[in-house]
């Protein structure tokens, strides 16, 4: 491609992907080689982990880059095509450049942030593909006033034992919710919450540090570093 021709700062994704594999960001010119670079390896190593309908190499997106703050959610639309949000998480990076999967969390101002937000965006998909009975995992950036989608998973909710972290923090089980079609009474659980942080942390080794060369981990002093661990 003609970098000239690219808007950045821009994101380079797989078109089928899960957990940001090969998900990068571009700030500028000078970045896009070792950008595409990263991403022929992060494909390369996925290749043998996950099946080429988790993590597809085919095809390539460039996005433009959304500024805002990052939500994810777990929900569905019940048999009457109503849009029903069981789980509300807000996503934390270590710096601009970071989009992986390192840490989500949801609490009480979390939830409230985003709720109302979330929901009109569920109720807005539903007015172009009229779902009913359907598990979604959407992924949302919120900018003041302005709510743009980053992606929407069908078919499911958040991975990697995720959407167990709203089991912990609400009291729910959102795969009974589903199954039963029936919806949580958030003005409720908002009332009876505490005021804890709840958070989903994947502390990995960088795919550039060979795993033979690692001698142990240490796990408690990692332990350390967390008030409660579920």
Do not use: C
């Amino acid at each position: 491609m003609d970098k000239k021709q690219i808007p950045f700062p821009v994101v380079i994704k797989p078109n089928i992907g899960y957990s940001s594999v090969g998900v990068h960001k571009v700030k500028n010119e000078q970045d896009w080689d070792i950008a595409v670079s990263h991403l022929k390896d992060d494909l390369l190593h996925s290749d043998g982990l996950y099946d080429s309908t988790v993590v597809g190499s085919q095809t390539v997106l460039i996005e433009e880059w959304i500024q805002g703050e990052e939500y994810a959610i777990d929900g569905y639309f019940n048999q009457d095509g109503e849009p029903i949000i069981l789980n509300a998480f807000k996503r934390l990076f270590k710096d601009d450049y970071d989009t992986s999967d390192r840490i989500y969390y949801t609490s009480k101002i979390a939830v409230n942030e985003i709720y109302d937000d979330a929901l009109q965006f569920m109720k807005k998909v539903q007015t172009v593909l009229p779902l009913r009975n359907y598990p979604v995992h959407f992924e949302i950036r919120k900018k003041g006033d302005r709510v743009i989608p980053i992606e929407i998973n069908p078919l499911r909710f958040a991975g990697a034992g995720t959407t167990d972290l709203g089991y912990h923090a609400y009291g729910m089980n959102m795969y009974e919710h589903y199954f039963l079609g029936t919806k949580p009474d958030w003005n409720r659980i908002m009332e009876e919450m505490d005021d804890n942080i709840y958070s989903f942390f994947l502390a990995e080794v960088p795919l550039e540090i060979n795993l033979e060369d690692v001698e142990r981990i240490n796990h408690i002093g990692l332990q350390n570093e967390f008030e409660h661990i579920l």
